[in-house]
């Protein structure tokens, strides 16, 4: 099991900028793939981005493209989500995951993760 933990959410305008952290403990962090999903209210959890454990490829969703940057530092177990010109639908609760066991393909599926942290909330106001 992996235990993951958020930080860096808050409150900032629209245009600004944020960097969430999830420090990550329980395995060898360099040996799993990582992930970061949102959750607004009222919706379902949705794809941000990930890094592959292996190769380092990284995967955004097309609604945060050029604007948010996955980073992850092997030797600090940890992975960072640099969010630059928020938006207001960008406002959900953040959770970092982490593939340690499947060693799945679909990095973009919630299903694909065994661990997940509780979460930071980032609030996006205009």
């Known amino acids: 099991q992996v235990q993951l933990v958020e930080s860096g959410g808050g409150l900032v305008l629209a245009g600004g900028s944020l960097r969430l952290s999830c420090a990550a403990s329980?395995?060898?962090?360099?040996?799993?793939?990582m992930g970061w999903f949102r959750q607004a209210p009222g919706k379902g959890r949705e794809f941000v981005t990930a890094?592959?454990?292996?190769?380092?490829?990284?995967q955004y969703a097309d609604s945060v493209k050029g604007r948010f940057t996955i980073t992850r530092d092997n030797a600090k177990n940890a992975v960072y989500l640099q969010m630059n010109n928020l938006k207001p639908e960008d406002t959900a609760v953040y959770y970092c995951?982490?593939?340690?066991?499947?060693?799945?393909?679909?990095?973009?599926?919630?299903?694909?993760?065994?661990?997940w942290g509780q979460g930071t909330q980032v609030t996006v106001s205009s």
């Open positions: 995951a982490a593939d340690w066991r499947r060693g799945s393909y679909y990095l973009d599926r919630p299903g694909s993760y065994d661990d």
């Open positions: 329980g395995r060898t962090f360099s040996s799993y793939s």
């Open positions: 890094v592959r454990w292996n190769t380092g490829t990284t």
